[in-house]
């Protein structure tokens, strides 16, 4: 009994390491151990799904086949029902569905929970390319398949905060199993951690109009010390030669937001001092609360009617449109923001 | 009431006028069919056209000519194909025959929504003449704010919803009082039940459609924020509006299909239904909690995770019933009769592909692989093979079962089996890989592709001509039949529904005498 038992998670680990290996044939390179997650049940899924095909459609051929009409008299019986049958039928595979439905979730929470440490890369959609700026200030811009500009280190994991600046795109990356739509007056994030060095696709897969097929891009796995030496020396540092909470300094400075607001102390001016306020609980006028995040933050700017703070009721902040602040500005104002922490 | 000899519904007036006003119901189906099959022709030929370019991405078309050709395909395939395709033209003319009643409860609103189909299917290709659409047919915001010609295209669904909300009103109220007498609700043929549950969502589902176009045109016109972020909109709230009804639609498309199914499978094997209540109540089930899906389409679309656990779960729910269904026609053929002819190929080719949408369903449906998948060819396959796999084999078969009924003459048999091979196999040829290209990575609405799903899509290109052959085939058989076709009898395949008891073709008000029900519907081998 012992053996038999040993045997057979022998062969079940065999098994999945084989399947696992096998799924690179049936879907993209896995660029992570996610990714191979994420193919362990599918092909749990693809097997479970071939073997009730297999029932169903074997079933109904040799059914088909060994009840073909012999004449137009033939007799049938009447049978026109069977409970116990029909509550199996009905319970397995609600079983095997609340099987699956589990596993999904446990690994969409994985995808899903923002690791606190990860290195944050804004990224901006537009009609027909991908804007990736760094905090060190590095700007790239992928609006090509050839060449990679997006490049980041490996095993370290990767935070992207993504923005449009017209209309929906979705940011997908086949290697680690990810996408998440990209979306034009709010923020969206998606993480992941590349374990293996070298180029992946990256693809849009939100229709956005006549390119859409060609907003492509690609990421570049590399060492850290390849990624430093590579962020050391780009061109739109040198250009910039800025960080983004710098860029973000300016800012505030240039739009004027600073005629009402102290960014580097609480002490309230005309609105209310902005120092330390990544992240806090906000209360408003009318009672409500919210956390000052980076669309609450987002929404101050371009909507700062929507809500009022407590004790500045009525008082009115310029509204800010997106002609003004681009959202790729308004990125480098919160990163200003949280840094005077 | 009694009748001339030698007239029928067919025969008893002529002119184009007196189809244009009539208000008999199977006038109005046959009417809904020449409609239908001439969407269906204009969305094939896009169709082709695209499979074309992505034989040899660039060589034919511009990405915005490409992008309008799948609008166009996918708006009409389903607003003025799929949609009408089951319950308003075979419906109609069904509906009553089965009930064994004169016609449909409400016959002057039973012509208005044809033309409401008409007006509606005009406006929106009045749209090709204004610079085209190339939104896509979900018209996600706000990409369709930005661009021209969505008001048109929207207003057409608009007037093609209201085709939809009063057909279903008509048929709820038909299967509620016009049953003929004996005829309880547990005597109902499958197909009613299926029409009924198909109506119900109609009726509650389309209105919000309508509700989502209006909202979608007052902002493009008027500048009310609604959906638009640079008017303080949000494009998300459009999706969550958007598959409140597509979802459902998407019962409005498969469940009459399903009742099709029930009614050719009987018939062929000589057999009662296995598990009639389950499959009844499955359909009523099913269109229940379609309502409470719609999530499942907008798991990486930044609604909340706790959302997409919801809608994942409840999607979970809705597979089973569905399984039950499956599950209960194969019994059905154990011990049956089987015969072979070209409706029940259709049926059983229906109950493969359907099985294979059923099961890549299930896999959409589950979280970790979905976003994976999500807006990839996978989807594409998928919903073909539910869709065109599913429903359009249905009609199919439920145009051949039913054609000596409509129109008193028989089809070439024959042919009917070969349009059947070259559907059946074309289909798999042309969707099956396009599951491999969408898990490699492909994604949908790209009218060019990377070099390393070239094969893939070659063969789907080659698997799609296979389908047009087979359709065109499918096309001759019927206009032969038309034209020359033997006299048909009244009951050629021996089915026991009350369709079978009135001529072929049936009179005006279907039954010399209204019949009457002490059995239920598929009482074989009793
Ligand atoms: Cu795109
Ligand atoms: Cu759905």
Known sequence: ?341 | MSSTPGKNYLNEKSGLWSWLTTLDHKRIGIMYMISVLSFFFIGGVFAMLMRLELFAPGALFEGNTYNQMMTYHGTIMTFMVIIPGVPAFIGNFVLPLLLGAKDVAFPRVNLMSWYCLMVGAAISFLTLFFGGVDTGWTFYTPYSIQTNGTVLMVLGAFVMGFSSILTGLNFIVTVHKLRAPGMDFFKMPLMVWALYSTAIIQVLATPVLAITLLLLASEKLLGVGVFDPALGGDPVLFQHFFWFYSHPAVYIMILPAMGIISELLTTFSKKTIFGYRAIAFSSVGIAAVSFFVWGHHMFVSGQSELAGVIFSFITMLVGVPTAIKTFNWVATLYKGSIEFRSPMLYALGFIFLFTIGGVTGIILATLATDVHFHDTYFVVAHFHYVMVGGTLMAITGGIFYWFPKMFGKMYSEFWAQMSFLFVFSGFNITFFPQFILGATGMPRRYHQYLPEFTSLNQISSIGSWTIGIGFLIALGVIIHGLLKGEKAPKNPWGGLTLEWTADSPPIHENFETTPVVTAGPYEYGR
């Open chain 1, 1 to 341: 009994m012992r053996n038999l038992l040993a045997m057979y998670s022998v062969l079940l680990t065999g098994l999945f390491t084989t399947s696992s290996a096998w799924a690179e044939r049936i879907m993209p390179a896995q660029g992570n151990a996610y990714a191979s997650e994420v193919d362990s049940l599918y092909i749990f899924l693809l097997v479970a799904s071939l073997i009730s095909f297999i029932l169903v459609i074997g079933g109904m051929m040799y059914f088909v086949l060994k009840y073909k009409r012999k004449s137009a008299n033939d007799e049938t019986p009447y049978i026109s029902h069977d409970h116990k049958l029909e509550f199996l039928w009905s319970f397995i595979p609600f079983l095997i569905f609340m099987f699956v439905f589990a596993w999904g979730w446990k690994l969409f929470r994985e995808a899903r929970t923002m690791p606190k440490n990860a290195f944050e890369i804004h990224v901006t959609g537009q009609k027909w390319a991908w804007n990736f700026d760094y905090k060190s200030g590095v700007s790239v811009t992928s609006s090509s398949s050839e060449e990679a500009a997006f490049v980041i280190p490996v095993n370290k994991p990767i935070k992207l905060i993504m923005t449009s600046k017209d209309v929906l795109h979705s940011f997908f990356i086949p290697a680690f199993r990810i996408k998440q739509d990209v979306i034009p007056g709010r923020y969206t994030a998606l993480w992941f951690e590349a374990e293996k060095e070298g180029e992946f696709q990256i693809f849009c897969t939100e229709y956005c109009g006549d390119l859409h097929s060609q907003m492509l891009a690609k990421v570049r796995v590399v060492s850290m010390e390849e990624f430093e030496n590579w962020m050391q020396t780009h061109p739109s540092r040198a250009l910039g030669q800025m960080t983004l909470a710098e860029r973000g300094k300016y800012l505030t400075n240039k739009s004027a937001c600073t005629a009402c607001h102290n960014f580097e102390s609480s002490e309230k001016k005309i609105g209310p001092g902005l120092k330390g306020l990544f992240g806090k609980e906000r209360q408003f006028e009318d009672g409500s609360k919210a956390i000052a995040n980076a669309d609450y933050i987002m929404e101050s700017i371009y909507e700062p009617q929507k809500k009022y703070v407590k004790g500045f009721g009525g008082v009115m902040m310029n509204k800010y449109l997106p002609k003004d602040l681009s959202a790729e500005q308004v990125s480098w104002i919160i990163e200003y923001i949280k840094s005077n922490k």
